[in-house]
């Protein structure tokens, strides 16, 4: 497992970093070329669409992974049930299209929407080879498929603005994404369906499937209730702004969680006896995502002005206190996404939707307090939600595995406070010793720079535990013999 998990890192590592750095540069190219209209009306488009991944499988790719075993009869019930599951979508889909765009008052909505319906479909007939690749963490194809998909959506995507198409470009590129994954997934899985399908089977996966699929629908309402709100109230122009400081910020930052996330997953999964060691693990990995996020996030803060005036440009000047103010959020969610897979591999998949109820409540209450002061409110009522339900779900998993809040702050405790001394200088540079008239550029590099300099030695000082997990991982990972196919369950 340990040679997997390294391997799967690595991939991670690289995939990430590519496609991070190929979604940031397509997300600059593109609010350069589209306005901050075209921006909101796809993103009320995509809201409603990111529904894909939660309804493409019912969670039934988790109980894949999660189970110890699996038949044939249970990977071919989970692809057709898949299927007949995004087919139905797809359709429906195009049908609420209109319904839809008069939600939002906007008509350009009802195409866009309908053409990003064929996504539902699409990505169904990948689910099920997905969650099989995950079990045998062979993320090597997973990667792969995601970092070619990635490439060929940001050059439609791009091409489509160039060529005057406005929020078009947008929707073109999430299709591209979708279709090219799903391609490249089908040529890299050896398994294939038959023609089987067991009731049986879909009782007993559904069984666990149906509270993890009942997590994901609140978490998709509270992750996109603000966009809603935004979009239904403030209109289109406002939930553009809304929206690029959501994505070119908040949205990658996160995913350098998400990726390692899903390398521990199945092996969370595959520890699910053995309590210590599940525990172990997620401090650990814990301590990976935290030395990159915690001083992340926090020089976000201080750098956001220059950040938005040189990546995107001085129309989009008011979401710079919109990322300032999210990047707590960011943080808040990025430390708490092992919770699941945590919950999942214990079968505490009740704690799970109830953690996930409490979230939502209390996000949807303070989105509409947020409403009354604009994008800014929302995104401090936001703020406010995270800081009272993260640390609770948080604590709930914490009791899942037997880890005390002490153990558990203690872990991130030095990282934590290296990246205040790395803010702290940051700080006093900005206010200081850089000149008022230093263009933006350069203003950015000073501080980039003197935040990675300050952050590093004190890391290495205050945190020598996670540097010597990082030491760890290099040595282990230049001694491992090449995986050998992974033994597929009968």
């Not at 991070?20 to 075209?38: C, G």
């Not at 999430?174 to 038959?194: A, G, H, Y």
């Not at 880890?403 to 290296?418: D, K, M, Q």
């Not at 000073?446 to 590093?456: D, H, I, S």
Request: aromatic share 10%.
């Amino acid at each position: 497992m340990r040679s997997r998990i390294l391997r799967g890192l690595a991939w991670k590592a690289f995939s990430t970093g590519f496609r991070q750095l190929s979604r940031i540069a397509v997300a600059v190219i593109l609010a350069r070329l589209l306005t901050p209209h075209d921006y909101g009306v796809a993103a009320m488009a995509l809201v409603f669409s990111s529904l894909v991944i939660i309804f493409s499988d019912l969670a039934l790719g988790a109980a894949l992974v999660q189970r110890r075993e699996l038949s044939e009869r249970d990977r071919s019930t989970v692809f057709w049930t898949s299927a007949a599951i995004g087919l139905a979508f797809a359709l429906g889909g195009f049908a609420l299209s209109g319904p839809l765009a008069a939600f939002y008052g906007e008509p350009e909505v009802q195409p866009l929407f309908a053409a990003l319906s064929i996504s539902f479909l699409v990505t169904a007939l990948s689910t099920t080879q997905t969650a099989l690749l995950t079990r045998e963490m062979d993320f090597r194809s997973l990667e792969l498929r995601m970092m070619a998909g990635t490439v060929a959506g940001g050059i439609v995507g791009i091409v489509a603005a160039l060529r005057g198409h406005g929020a078009w470009a947008i929707i073109a590129q999430q299709l591209t994404i979708t279709i090219v994954s799903t391609t490249l997934l089908w040529s890299f899985s050896p398994w294939r369906p038959k023609l089987v399908f067991s009731l049986d089977s879909l009782r007993n996966l559904g069984g666990f499937s149906l509270n993890v699929f009942t997590t994901r629908v609140i978490f998709y309402f509270n992750n996109n209730a603000d966009n809603i709100l935004i979009g239904r109230f403030l209109g289109s122009s406002a939930l553009g702004i809304y929206a690029v400081a959501y994505n070119v910020m908040l949205a990658p930052l996160s995913r350098i969680a998400a990726p390692v996330v899903e390398v521990f997953t199945p092996a969370f999964a595959r520890l699910q006896d053995d309590t210590e060691r599940m525990a172990s693990l997620w401090l650990r990995a814990l301590r990976l995502v935290g030395t990159l996020m915690i001083p992340g996030m926090l020089g976000l803060v201080l750098v956001a002005p220059e950040f938005v005036h040189v990546l995107l440009g001085e129309r989009w000047s008011d979401a710079v206190p919109v990322i300032q103010i999210l990047t707590w959020v960011g943080l808040l969610q990025c430390m708490q996404r092992f919770n699941s897979s945590i919950l999942q591999a214990r079968n505490r998949t009740r704690t799970l939707l109830f953690c996930s109820i409490v979230t939502v409540v209390c996000s949807l209450a303070a989105f509409v307090v947020g409403l009354q002061w604009g994008i800014v409110g929302v995104a401090a009522a936001y703020a406010v939600s995270s800081t009272v339900a993260e640390p609770y779900y948080a604590w709930r998993t914490m009791r899942t595995v037997g880890v005390t809040v002490r153990r558990y702050l203690a872990n991130l405790a030095g990282i934590a406070t290296a990246a205040l001394a790395m803010g702290a200088a940051v700080l006093g540079t900005r206010l200081f010793v850089l000149s008022p008239d230093l263009p933006n550029g350069a203003r950015l590099a000073v501080l980039v720079t003197v935040g990675a300099v300050t952050f590093v030695p004190f890391w290495a000082w205050l945190a020598p535990q996670a540097l010597d997990e990082l030491r760890g991982l290099r040595r282990r990972r230049s001694r491992i013999a090449p995986l050998a196919p992974a033994q597929r369950s009968a």
